[in-house]
């Protein structure tokens, strides 16, 4: 599913979509066949509309993108990842209730400028020669 609200990332996008992001983004990994992530897609998707301008949210098969998925220590679904300046800040399992869902996105965006203005960018050209 690729819209204006939700983009949808693969293994090879994410770096891009999510770690690069200025904005805070919160990750739902799904899989195709979990209910439960059918029935939170809706409120996901909902959230999207009302804080779309705040924050970015992405979604990802995670069976499908398995290298993502191990990375970030995926182990059921749905997983909702939320990340600052491409740092994770929190990781929920499961979540039950939409209104959880909804009060970590609240906080993620109450809190988002703070949050990314305290992350140090790693230098990727690092080397061990100098």
């Not at 293994?11 to 899989?31: G, R, S």
């Not at 970590?104 to 400028?113: F, P, S, T």
């Not at 990314?116 to 690092?126: H, N, V």
């Amino acid at each position: 599913m690729q819209d204006e609200l939700i983009n949808e990332a693969t293994d090879d996008n994410w770096e891009k979509l999510v770690e690069k992001e200025p904005l805070p983004v919160v990750a739902m990994f799904y899989l195709t066949t979990c209910p439960h992530c059918k029935a939170i897609e809706p409120y996901f998707r909902e959230y999207a509309e009302e804080f779309g301008s705040s924050c970015k949210f992405v979604r990802i098969d995670a069976e499908q993108n398995s290298w993502t998925s191990e990375r970030y220590g995926v182990e059921g679904t749905p997983t909702f990842v939320f990340l600052c300046g491409g740092t994770v800040t929190l990781g929920l399992a499961g979540v039950s209730h939409p209104s959880v869902l909804k009060g970590h996105i609240e906080n993620l965006v109450k809190d988002g400028a703070k949050c990314a203005a305290k992350i140090t960018k790693l230098k990727y050209d690092i080397s061990l020669y100098e």
